[in-house]
Each structure stands twice: as C-alpha cells, then as structure tokens.
C-alpha cells in the first residue's frame, strides 16, 4: 500500500500537482517510516513548495535511515542553498558527490556554493568594524533578550539568552541518555533529536546566521545546553526567523582606532538562480 501510494505520489509531481504528492508521500511514510526513499522524494516535493526548512528536515531522515542515497544529499544541499546556507549544502553536496562520481550536478552545485560563500566572506570583511572587543558577559547587550517556549510536550520546555557574540539556547529535560541526542548545525537550521521513549524534535529557522563549526552542545543530566557563535554580532529579537521582525541594529561594542570607509556590497547585484533551477528541473526526471 504504501509503495503504491509513492509511485501515485511521483505522477503527481510529473503533473505538478505538488499539494497532492506531499500529501500522498505522508500517507505512505505514515504506513512505512523506515523507507528513505520515500522521505528524499517527500523532500523533493518540499523544494517545489518552497518549504526548504521542511525539505532538510526531510533530507536529514533520509539519510539517517541510509547513509548512501545521493538523491538525499542533493536535496539537502539545494534546500540548503535556497536557505543561503551555503557551507551546509556545499558539506552535503560533497558527500553526494562522492556516493555519486558521474553526476554533474553536485560539481555544478559545489561550484555555485563557493562563489557565494566567497561572496558572503567578502561581505563580512568590509562590514566588521576594526578592533572590536566585546565584553564577555550578557549584560553588554543591554537588556538581554529572554525567551521560554513550551515544545507541546511536558518533558521539554526550552529558553535561551544572548552575549554579543553567542546564544545559548537550553532544552530542560531530565535522564535524557547522551547517546539518545543528536544536534546538527546549519548555518541557520538547528536540528536536535531525542530518540528513545520519549522522542522529541525540534527543527527552528534560526532568526540570525551561526558559525557550525564552532557552535557546540553538551547533555547534562537536566538539560541539554546548545551553544551557536553568531556569525554577526547583533542583536537577536527573538530565537526563531520571522519574516514579520524588522533587522536588528548591530550592537554598540567599544572599538578603538578609526572606522574603515564603508564599501559597496557585492550582494547588490540580485541572485541568479537560474542555474540551480535547471539543475533541480534535471534531478526532478530522475
């Protein structure tokens, strides 16, 4: 049932009914949550609804269940690029790349990544002010933004707070084994699993970008405590992204010596997608 439920899920996509194949993807991964496929091609009718963050989550569950489908490593890494999460894709893509040696599509898509984050590197050089030092302690933001939300489940509850630099975000629950978590970084996707008997997840957009390679976590015996570098130093209005909150202003840090000159930023020019769509358009006939 379930395996006739993905091939009517697949001529949905063909006729771009994609309301439909997602729905019929859940109604077969509901009578069959152990299959990858059906969770990467879930994935890929995601992408085409422009629900990335749903599509990585979906991605990830792939590739959890089998570590060698490169179609999932593909569709994680073009969510993550329509997420601007460049270094997150780009990791994925070179993994599927490998699974997948013949396939140009992963070289072409690794290409795009490096131009971007050569792009947002350069972006971040002319916008760091010079010599800055901030101070070590939450109250250099000011009034430190606060925030508890209940994850539905009474076992869990989490809250954060913020440094200049850093934000610590703490998920309350008690016995939770170490070898039970799992926490993936994204440049601004945080994935954290609990497996077990009381499962848990929770997959936010987070409202400013991270540094994955020097953000960490650590399981302690009432609370699992998660730690990102912000990629910024600004203030965050809230944990999670919303389309509604407006940017927020940089925060004051004390800084010595003069202000560079301000430089034009190489963003303006508008993102040429075109290439990655064609790319997608291709995976979507496989």
């Not at 939770?176 to 970084?185: L, R």
Request: net charge neutral; hydrophobic share 35%.
């Amino acid at each position: 049932m379930a395996s006739e439920l993905a091939e009517k899920a697949k001529e949905a996509i063909i006729d771009d009914d994609l309301k439909l194949a997602l729905d019929l993807y859940s109604r077969a991964i509901e009578l069959d949550s152990t299959n990858a496929d059906y969770f990467a091609d879930r994935a890929q009718a995601n992408i085409k609804l422009n629900n990335f963050t749903e599509a990585v989550a979906d991605a990830n569950k792939a590739i959890e269940l089998a570590s060698s489908i490169p179609k999932a490593y593909l569709r994680k890494g073009v969510a993550c690029m329509k997420l601007e999460e460049y270094h997150t894709a780009k990791r994925a893509l070179e993994i599927g790349a490998s699974l997948a040696q013949d396939d140009s599509r992963f070289t072409n898509l690794i290409k795009e990544c490096d131009l971007r984050i050569a792009e947002d590197c350069y972006d971040q050089r002319k916008s760091l002010a010079p010599n800055v030092q901030p101070s070590a302690t939450p109250a250099s933001v000011g009034s430190c933004q606060k925030e508890t939300i209940s994850s539905g489940k009474p076992k869990y509850r989490h809250e954060y707070y913020q440094k200049p630099e850093e934000v610590i975000l703490t998920i309350f629950a008690k016995g939770i084994p170490a070898e039970n978590v799992t926490v993936d970084f994204g440049e601004q996707i945080l994935s954290v699993n609990v497996s077990g008997e009381d499962t848990y997840h929770f997959q936010p957009r987070l409202f400013g970008k991270v540094l994955p390679d020097r953000s960490k976590y650590q399981v302690l015996s009432t609370k699992i405590e998660i730690r990102f570098v912000k990629a910024e130093v600004i203030n965050w209005t809230s944990l999670e992204y919303c389309k509604e909150i407006t940017v927020p202003q940089k925060i004051n840090v004390p800084s010595v010596g003069s202000q560079r000159p301000s430089y034009p930023s190489s963003k303006s020019r508008a993102k040429d997608w075109d290439k990655l769509e064609a790319e997608v358009k291709k995976e979507e006939k496989r």
